[in-house]
């Protein structure tokens, strides 16, 4: 370690001779008011200078909030080569921003690679019991799902497979429900482990993956944790299939026993490895960093921020460790709130995986010519209320989860400022994806206003390229892609997934580990959109056992309508090239290019599609969404197909009365997710008159209120009751109902009571009135957001989830 430090000074002293002598040939400007300079090898109490720079970001930031104010230039602060260790997150907010205009830039120095790093390096290995594992202490606490060994992913030690761990079957009192059982037979030696709490159950379904803790064992039967299965067994696709079977088991010293894997017992702060026969962990020359910062960089309400020539590596995330595992629903999209009954109901509570870097509430920010590497989250994330930001020319390799996001899951319909708009994905080179996270995707993009994706080359990814928008049409307004189970919310508007142009990438080796996806994939309604001169080939059939076997180039799933598909080549697919699934309102040009069943070869691509597909070392300037739009043809007509107002719901339209603010009962019955009821006390009630005696065969009603323009649902504290009145002149009286959920009686204290779709069974159902009757036993006023009454049911064999 010495040496690399009197390398790293020597490398520093040459570099300030260039920039301050007269010959300078470098890029780097000569120290000035605006430009400062940072090194591993500096000190906090310097000038900032070129001959005298700081020594931490910290420092830097907090130069920049005391001259920021009154920009008439970009600030610059240039970073010497070397490695910076965060030992927090580096926090830029409102304070940091530029100002008038201009930016404030991190940059590397000329022929510099510094690195912004949130691992520590071990160092003291012995191999104490010469067994060929070694072992050096790490820092008091530090925990960490990752070890990177000179830059190269260890395997956290696992199993080669699951054999031997069978899932119990239901006893005969528990019936057929496979929910109720939370054990696998395990071979006897897991029981002996020293920390059997430490492991981890993994398992791959489809296009989805599950990680869950073992609470305890009881001889051979290993009992999951509580948190993780009451997520898992949720349905439909829930890890209680039959076909769901263990692939792995890991995190346990007892696992170690190949070269490449590695152990940390958190307890003692002790961390295994097994090197290789060529790492030779005395001699100094194999670095191994374990990451222990899960956020290395946090922009949040800032403006005008440049990152360039930077590298953002060795950065964790814990949360799959947690109580709740790592459930996924797809393309990192995690269930975390274990109170629901199914994942149909559960979208409220879903949770996206996290950026190691991550973005809110700003603006004008650029990051271009990075790198982003061994990182255990999404690499960057673009969460809320984010506006033009540029990704451009940057390189992500060995991501754990996707390499970059923008959105999120509740933001179906919220208003354009508040969405993520303007967000340009340019020019990048992506490789090595979802290590980790075998249900991840590349670039995933949920909703968002205006959004270019273009000439990125993605290589190698556990699951598919590019996915957008979210909801399987759940969200939308012509209802039409869920309305046999009653799980869609009936709004008026169209969801706010608008514009998103995908063009000329080359996508290529993806579905290595899980199918049912795609190398470019769409969810729901996307308005204004096209996809145009992409390039998708080899999607092989993926190698997890209990993965789909269904891949494809391009797929546009359930409620996916507006896309304009034009210019597109794939070849080498083990699925079907195109597939539109649930999906209406599209155009289709240049089908020829799309060859099914693994046959084409790129010889049967058109030169063009070749050429101007993925990144390319020409492309050096950033491009605005105009600038990209000008090289494509003019746009093709797509049919005007009017988005109807729901009306499967009898109570849109009809008269609405409350116990308080009547004024406002319509709000819960008119479709909109802008408006609610609410009883402004713990209890009420609120009514409908359909008109006439009415075949009423099912009610919905999901509690909840408004804030801050997005909706927050109430699923727990509530007793509740359905009435009615055969006709206006007659008594109230209560509605014996059935559940297709869990509960079944009519009045009740539910755990549940998102969207649960309550069937009527007695033959006479006629009501003129409804009303549902509600007390909340929890410290916020009852409101309801939706009320719904049907006048049909299906069959139960109909009812089908796809």
């Not at 067994?131 to 260890?154: K, T, Y």
């Not at 002790?270 to 060529?278: D, F």
């Not at 307004?477 to 080359?506: M, R």
């Not at 080498?572 to 046959?599: P, Q, V």
Request: charged residues 20%.
């Amino acid at each position: 370690m010495k040496n690399r430090k009197v390398i790293s000074t020597l490398a520093l002293s040459a570099l300030a001779v260039a920039i301050s002598g007269c010959d300078n040939e470098s890029n780097d400007p000569v120290n000035s008011d605006s430009t400062f300079y940072v090194s591993p090898q500096g000190d906090d109490s310097n000038s900032g200078s070129i001959e005298s720079p700081w020594k931490t970001l910290e420092k830097a930031k907090e130069h920049v909030r005391s001259i920021n104010t009154g920009m008439s230039q970009d600030i610059e602060i240039i970073l010497a080569d070397g490695v910076y260790q965060l030992d927090s997150t580096f926090e830029l907010t409102s304070s940091d921003s530029g100002s008038n205009g201009f930016n404030v830039v991190y940059r590397a120095a000329e022929g510099a690679s510094p690195v912004i790093s949130g691992g520590v390096e071990i160092t003291g290995w012995s191999d104490t019991n010469s067994d060929g594992v070694w072992e050096a202490p790490v820092p008091a606490g530090a925990e960490s799902r990752q070890l990177f060994i000179d830059g190269q992913r260890g395997v956290r030690a696992r199993s080669v497979n699951g054999e031997g761990w069978i899932r119990d079957e239901p006893s005969s009192s528990e019936g057929n429900n496979r929910n109720a059982v939370n054990t696998y037979q395990a071979p006897g030696e897991y029981a002996d482990f020293k920390k059997p709490k430490d492991l981890e159950v993994v398992s791959v379904m489809r296009w989805k993956m599950y990680r869950g803790s073992v609470s305890r064992f009881e001889g051979s039967t290993a009992y999951m944790n509580d948190t993780y299965w009451a997520l898992a067994r949720m349905g439909p696709f829930g890890i209680l299939e039959p076909s769901t079977t263990v692939n792995w088991v890991e995190n346990a010293l007892e696992l170690l026993d190949q070269q490449g894997e590695w152990y940390l017992n958190n307890d003692i702060s002790q961390l295994y490895y097994m090197p290789s026969a060529e790492q030779d962990l005395e001699s100094g020359d194999v670095t191994v960093v374990l990451p222990v910062l899960e956020e290395l960089v946090s922009v949040t309400n800032a403006k005008n921020i440049t990152f360039q020539g930077l590298t953002f590596a060795n950065a964790t995330w814990m949360g799959p460790s947690d109580p709740e595992g790592y459930v996924s629903i797809q393309s990192g999209a995690r269930l975390t709130d274990p109170g629901y009954e199914s994942i149909e109901d559960s979208f409220e509570g879903l949770s996206e995986t996290p950026g190691n870097i991550q973005l809110n509430g700003s603006e004008n920010i650029i990051f271009r010519e990075n790198t982003f590497k061994n990182l255990g989250a999404t690499a960057l994330r673009m969460a809320q209320k984010n506006k033009n930001i540029t990704v451009f020319n940057n390189r992500f390799e060995d991501i754990s989860s996707s390499a970059i996001t923008v959105g999120d899951l509740q933001e179906h319909h919220i208003s354009k400022d508040e969405l993520n708009s303007r967000i340009v994905i340019d020019n990048n080179q992506i490789h090595d994806i979802a290590n980790e996270f075998y249900d991840a995707v590349a670039i995933k993009v949920n909703y968002a206003d205006t959004v270019a994706i273009v000439n990125n080359s993605i290589n190698k990814t556990s699951s598919g390229g590019i996915s957008l928008g979210w909801g399987w049409g759940r969200y939308d307004v012509e209802n039409f892609a869920f309305w046999y189970d009653h799980t869609d919310k009936g709004y008026n508007s169209p969801i706010s997934s608008n514009k998103y142009l995908v063009a000329f990438n080359e996508i290529s080796n993806i579905t290595r580990k899980v199918g049912d996806t795609a190398g470019i994939y769409n969810l729901g309604a996307s308005q204004n959109s096209r996809w145009y001169g992409n390039l998708v080939y080899d999607a092989k059939s993926p190698s997890a056992p209990g993965a789909a076997t269904c891949m494809h180039a391009f797929y546009i799933d359930n409620g996916s309508r507006n896309i304009e598909i034009t210019e597109n080549g794939s070849y080498r697919i083990a699925g079907d090239s195109f597939l539109a699934n649930g999906s209406i309102g599209y155009n289709t040009i240049g089908t020829e290019y799309y060859n099914s069943h693994g046959s084409g070869s790129e010889d049967s691509i058109p030169e063009h599609i070749l050429e101007n597909a993925g990144f390319k070392e020409g492309i050096v300037d950033i491009r605005t969404i105009e600038d990209i739009e000008n090289t494509l043809p003019a746009r093709l007509p797509v049919e005007d197909e009017k988005q109807e107002i729901p009306q499967e719901s009898l109570l849109i339209g009809k008269v609405a009365d409350a116990s308080t603010n009547p004024s406002e009962a319509v709000f819960a019955i008119d479709g909109k997710t802008e408006t609610f009821w609410s009883a402004g006390t713990d209890s009420g009630w609120l009514s409908v008159d359909l008109g006439e005696p009415t075949n009423v065969e099912s009610l919905i009603v999901a509690f909840g209120e408004i804030k801050e323009g997005r909706e927050f649902y109430h699923k727990t504290g509530y007793d509740f009751k359905f009435e009615g009145k055969r006709t206006s002149g007659s008594e109230w009286e209560e509605i014996p109902l059935q559940s297709t959920g869990s509960v079944t009686e009519p009045t009740i204290p539910t755990t549940q009571a998102i969207n649960q779709h309550y069937t009527l069974p007695s033959s006479d159902k006629m009501y003129q009135e409804v009303r549902v009757n509600v007390s909340a036993s929890v410290n916020y006023p009852v409101g309801i957001l939706r009320f719904k009454v049907y006048d049909k049911t299906l069959d139960p064999d109909e009812r089908e989830f796809r």
